[in-house]
């Protein structure tokens, strides 16, 4: 994997001018397969294909604790608004935090995110224009 270009994008997204397509492109340019973000540890980790891995540090002060409780709806309306009106990552993080997101992971090649909350509670969001595999 190539660090230099995760430790960019990743400073770039803490800073508000990456857009979640271009994150997808740099890090799958860069080798990476998927990514954990965990609110808890304010840590993610990029994983490569070939088990090859990095970490960063999410740097944002103030953020709120996890919420005990997972607010699936929150959380949707959270990626609504990241999705449709740019909103910056800084605004998401702290809406998922309180939505109860304790982490997620990103699946690049599988265009997928799958949120847990604190008790188990999972949430899978399809990236825009992808979706299941349709079986015959």
Same mark, same amino acid.
């Given at each position: 994997?190539? /660090? *230099?270009?995760?430790?960019? /994008?990743?400073?770039? /997204?803490?800073?508000? /001018? ?23 540890? $304010? ?46 990552? $800084?605004?998401?993080? $702290? $809406?998922?935090m309180e939505a109860g997101v304790q982490s997620y992971t990103a699946f690049l090649r599988g265009q997928r995110v799958t949120y847990w909350g604190r008790q188990g509670d999972a949430h899978t969001e399809w990236f825009p224009g992808?979706?299941? *595999?349709?079986?015959?």
């Open positions: 994997m190539d /660090t *230099a270009i995760i430790h960019d /994008t990743a400073q770039r /997204t803490l800073d508000g /001018t990456n857009s979640f397509p271009e994150v997808v492109k740099n890090l799958l340019g860069a080798g990476v397969e998927y990514y954990h973000v965990d609110y808890v540890a $304010r840590r993610k980790t990029f994983y490569g294909a070939d088990g090859s891995t990095a970490t960063t540090a999410i740097t944002y002060e103030g953020l709120p604790a996890v919420a005990p409780d997972f607010a699936a709806d929150q959380l949707r309306a959270a990626i609504l608004d990241s999705q449709r009106h740019g909103q910056k990552y $800084r605004d998401f993080t $702290r $809406r998922a992808a979706g299941p *595999a349709k079986q015959d």
